[in-house]
């Protein structure tokens, strides 16, 4: 597919430079920088599980639901005024 698009005046040298002593095409050169940065991006997605510390104690305290987050910040910041 043909398309246009607008790229960086220093940004093109850079890519024309590495095409020439790569021996591919300018185009080349593009498809292969953007399936690189798509393949980053979906590897970065995959690898943004956070792992949250675990700490002594075992369970909940009595009372605290944990479906409900009204009780909950009442329970981690106390009585009110």
Do not use: N, Y
């Not at 790229?7 to 953007?34: H, M, P």
């Not at 979906?42 to 009204?70: I, K, Y």
């Amino acid at each position: 597919m043909r398309t246009t698009i607008r790229i960086d005046d220093g940004l093109l040298v850079e890519l024309k430079t590495q095409a020439v002593a790569s021996g591919r095409t300018l185009g080349e050169v593009i498809e292969d920088a953007i399936r690189a940065g798509l393949a980053r991006r979906t590897a970065t997605a995959r690898a943004s599980t956070v792992e949250l510390p675990a700490f002594a104690g075992g369970s909940l305290l009595p009372g605290v639901d944990l479906e409900d987050s009204a009780s909950l910040l009442d329970t981690m910041e106390g009585p009110g005024p």
